[in-house]
Nanobody, 127 residues
């Protein structure tokens, strides 16, 4: 089992940048494919970005491609999400997720495939 704790959210203006972090404790994070999801008020939780256990493969939602970058540091059991050129529509609670049910080079994009979730961190982008 792994415990996930997100940090780095906040209130920013459109065009600003934020970097979210997810600290994983328990089993070594390299045993898990990981991802970021977000949920805006009244909406479903949506995939944002995913990364393979190796860190070599990534996948992004179309809405964030070219603006967000996911990365991981397995030695430090940390997952990051660099968010640039933020827009008001990026406003949401952002969740870190992990799943052991994958091989070394696979990126998981489906919410139902993730077994572990953090508590979320709020990102608010004002216009």
């Amino acid at each position: 089992q792994v415990l996930l704790v997100e940090s780095g959210g906040g209130l920013v203006q459109a065009g600003d940048s934020l970097r979210l972090s997810c600290a994983a404790s328990g089993r070594t994070s390299s045993n898990y494919a990981m991802g970021w999801f977000r949920q805006a008020p009244g909406k479903e939780r949506d995939f944002v970005a995913g990364i393979s256990r190796s860190g070599l493969y990534t996948n992004y939602a179309d809405s964030v491609k070219g603006r967000f970058t996911i990365s991981r540091n397995n030695a430090r059991n940390t997952l990051l999400l660099q968010m640039n050129s933020l827009k008001p529509e990026d406003t949401a609670v952002y969740y870190c997720a992990a799943t052991p049910r994958t091989s070394w080079g696979v990126v998981i994009t489906a919410l139902r495939e993730y077994d572990y979730w953090g508590q979320g961190t709020q990102v608010t982008v004002s216009s």
